[in-house]
């Protein structure tokens, strides 16, 4: 089966930064991957991590530990537009992709 | 090119209506994903096709069904509404590149449904 854990919320102001933890249980790891998804609208593909360690693209870094069952994305020089809920997110051993409930992160002036 | 189209965007049934939903895929894109996505339980997954055939199902009722067409284009379908049923229900699309560029699926804006 699948367990996908990330925090419900958090808060962070312009410029700042916030690091939003996920832990998850898989019968099979084929992967990490990470989406945005600002309110009304699709999530949006941000990362995907396949083996350990840190992959930065821009503003946004992922980080992935196999063996700690572990990820976190990494948001630095936080923007009011990063005002979203960020999705954790692993294929199952049947290849089926299962999200996380989301981290609403709320980026204050 | 254009994105994952899906129709409507929003509708209103009452209980014991049935409903169906059409998602367009990225072009060239063969593999079809269907989440229903809610407040309480987020993004939940429905079921994947594959050239026309079912590969993967989630832990939903059989009131809820799918179909895929010769082009890739989806249909899911939602027989008995009940008002648990509302929800915004997103499609997905991948490129079944079969390793793990088959899982970065793109969204559709989604059906936002309610059920009153």
């Known amino acids: 089966g699948q367990n996908i854990d990330q925090p419900t919320e958090m808060t962070a102001t312009e410029g700042a930064i916030v690091q939003i933890n996920c832990t998850y249980q898989?019968?099979?790891?084929?992967?990490l991957f990470w989406y945005q998804q600002h309110a009304g609208e699709a999530p949006t593909f941000l990362s995907y991590n396949v083996l350990d360690g840190l992959e930065e693209k821009g503003r946004f870094s992922s980080f992935l530990s196999r063996s700690k069952g572990y990820s976190y994305l990494l948001l630095k020089e936080l923007q009011m537009k990063d005002s979203a809920s960020y999705l954790c997110a692993a294929p199952d051993s049947w290849g089926k992709l299962q999200f996380g409930a989301g981290t609403q992160v709320v980026v204050t002036p | 090119k254009a994105g994952v189209t899906q129709t409507p965007r929003y509708l209103i049934k009452t209980r014991g209506q049935q409903v169906t939903l059409s998602c367009s895929p990225i072009s060239g894109h063969r593999s079809v994903s269907w989440y229903q996505q809610t407040p309480g339980q987020g993004l939940q997954f429905l079921f994947e096709?594959?050239?026309?055939?079912?590969?993967n199902k989630g832990n939903f009722p059989g009131r809820f069904s799918g179909r895929q067409f010769s082009n890739s284009r989806s249909e899911m379908n939602v027989s008995t509404l009940e008002l648990g049923d509302s929800a915004l229900y997103l499609c997905?699309?991948?490129?079944?590149?079969?390793?793990?560029?088959?899982?970065?699926?793109?969204f559709g804006a989604g059906s936002r449904l309610t059920v009153l």
């Open positions: 898989t019968s099979g790891f084929n992967g």
């Open positions: 096709y594959f050239s026309e055939t079912q590969r």
């Open positions: 997905a699309s991948s490129f079944p590149s079969g390793g793990p560029g088959a899982n970065v699926l793109t």
